[in-house]
């Protein structure tokens, strides 16, 4: 179903690990051409190469993955990205604003430095990123926009991540406001929100946290890159072009259940 991605110039923010460098890979697989961007550049063009090499061997063959080095807390460089993404595409008609991060922070014990290094990559990262691209969208005349948010914040709450939560929350607060303010222009922004997905990420809070998260998924299992690529990948196509303003859950049914017993 997601023929229309085929050709489509894509960007996606934090694409060097974990979700981003799964939602790169759907697209890429997909025939699409990405951007992936991250601060570290050793791993973003080892990623880069490892998904081009993976997209060759689709049938038909899939699109090439390309790194810039990129910082959504720095609004110059995010500017600097959609630049140098339309000059490599010839435009831009994706953008995923997915990088994030998620350090715990006790409320009692957390610094300005720590709230404001939260909200400055997951919340003003998506501002910057969007007004970044929007002339470029507004040109495609058929413009996406995919928010990687997560169900932490908008729906559940977890101890110690308080300034996550809000991150993430204001994330689809931004979403609501700018739909309007870019349908006119024929773009869509929606917004996945996933539960504990394996990423690099997930993995440094440890094997405690790993195990006490997939007892509490009724589908028995912690998500994949793909599964959040798939939902991606359907806010992207033709086929989702009248959805705007909207949320997708991808958490294997965690945020359902009212208590451990309740899943029978
Ligand atoms: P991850 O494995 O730690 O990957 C994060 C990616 O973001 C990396 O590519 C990282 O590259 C990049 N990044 C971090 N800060 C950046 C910045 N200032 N500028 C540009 N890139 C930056 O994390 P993940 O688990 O895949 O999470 C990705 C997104 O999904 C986040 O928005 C997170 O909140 C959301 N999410 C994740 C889960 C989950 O279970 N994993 C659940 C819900 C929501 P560099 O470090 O090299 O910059």
New binding site residues.
């Given amino acids: 179903m997601f023929e229309s991605i085929s050709g489509r110039s894509v960007l996606v ?10 939602i790169a890979a759907g697209f890429a697989n997909a025939g699409a051409q990405v951007v ?5 550049e050793a ?2 063009e080892q990623a880069a190469e490892q998904l081009t090499a993976a997209a060759a061997s689709m049938i038909p063959a899939g699109g090439k993955v390309s790194y810039l080095r ?5 609004q110059a ?1 995010c500017a600097a990205v959609v630049e140098a993404t339309v000059g490599k595409h010839g435009g831009l008609d994706v953008v995923c604003c ?5 350090p715990a922070s006790p409320l009692a014990d957390m610094t300005p430095a720590e709230l404001d290094d939260v909200l ?3 919340l003003k ?1 998506t501002f910057f990123t969007v007004q970044a691209a929007l002339p470029a969208l507004t040109e495609s005349g058929h413009g996406r926009i995919i928010l ?5 914040g908008p729906i559940t709450g977890y101890a110690g991540w308080s300034h ?1 939560g809000a991150s ?1 929350a204001g994330q689809l607060g931004f979403m609501r406001s700018a739909a309007l303010e870019f349908a006119k222009a024929g773009i869509t922004i929606n917004a996945v ?10 993995g ?1 809070l440890g094997a405690d946290y790993l195990t006490s998260m997939e007892a509490s998924i009724p589908l028995g299992r ?2 994949s ?1 793909a599964d ?1 690529a798939n939902a991606a990948l359907f806010f992207a196509s033709d086929e989702a072009g009248y959805i705007t303003a909207q949320t997708l859950v991808v958490d294997g049914g965690q945020t359902v259940p009212e208590s451990l017993q309740a899943m029978g």
Avoid: C, H, Q, W
């Fill in positions: 923010t934090g694409g060097t690990k974990g979700i981003g460098k799964g992936i961007t991250g601060r570290d791993s973003g990129g910082d959504v807390s720095d460089s997915n990088a994030g991060i998620f400055a990559t997951n990262g990687t948010s997560s169900i932490t996550y993430k929100m996933p539960g504990n997905i394996i990423t690099e990420g997930l440094d912690l998500g890159v959040i």
